[in-house]
């Protein structure tokens, strides 16, 4: 019995990496899915090469978990939500529109037959206003000259 636990260390790295990937399954980031998966190579690793020592284990997994991650990062971009309104938004700097209503602190405005929302200074219902910028799905606007 002891023979089998004496090189098992790899198990924990497999224990770990399959861990973090459930846990990915609920957060939906995208980020521990490398991170998990960095940890599965390096208990291949350790399955392959028993006589590795644990701070080579330990370095590369600290390799692999950055390099996954910044390539994941490079290469499969998470868009969500926000990202796309984001980009569709943008096709609207530099255009006029109308302040329909203020209500709380909130801004509206409206582009076509779409509401959004605005942020400015010295606005008013009713006002035109120019679209300045975006910010995430927020127009920043000021009032038209």
């Known amino acids: 019995m002891e023979l089998l636990f004496e090189n098992s260390h790899f198990v924990y ?3 770990l990496g399959l861990t973090l990937i459930l846990i990915e399954l609920f957060l939906w980031t995208a980020f521990l899915l490398w991170i998990g998966s960095s940890a599965i190579i390096v208990g ?3 399955y ?10 330990l370095l590369i997994f600290i390799v692999l978990a950055v390099a996954t991650t910044f390539l994941s990062k490079k290469y499969y971009p998470v868009k969500t939500v926000d990202d796309q309104l984001h980009d569709k938004a943008k096709v609207h700097i530099g255009k ?3 302040v329909i209503s203020i209500e709380n602190g909130v801004t509206k405005i409206q582009i076509g037959k779409s509401l959004w929302f605005a942020k400015g200074s010295n606005l008013s219902a009713g006002q035109t206003v120019k679209i300045i910028d ?3 799905s ?5 009032p038209s000259k």
Do not use: R
């Open 13 to 15: 790295w497999f224990i």
């Open 44 to 46: 291949i690793i350790s």
């Open 96 to 98: 006029e529109c109308t």
């Open 48 to 57: 392959f090469s028993p006589n590795i020592s644990s701070l080579m284990e």
């Open 138 to 142: 927020t127009f920043i606007v000021k």
């Open 134 to 136: 975006v910010e995430s």
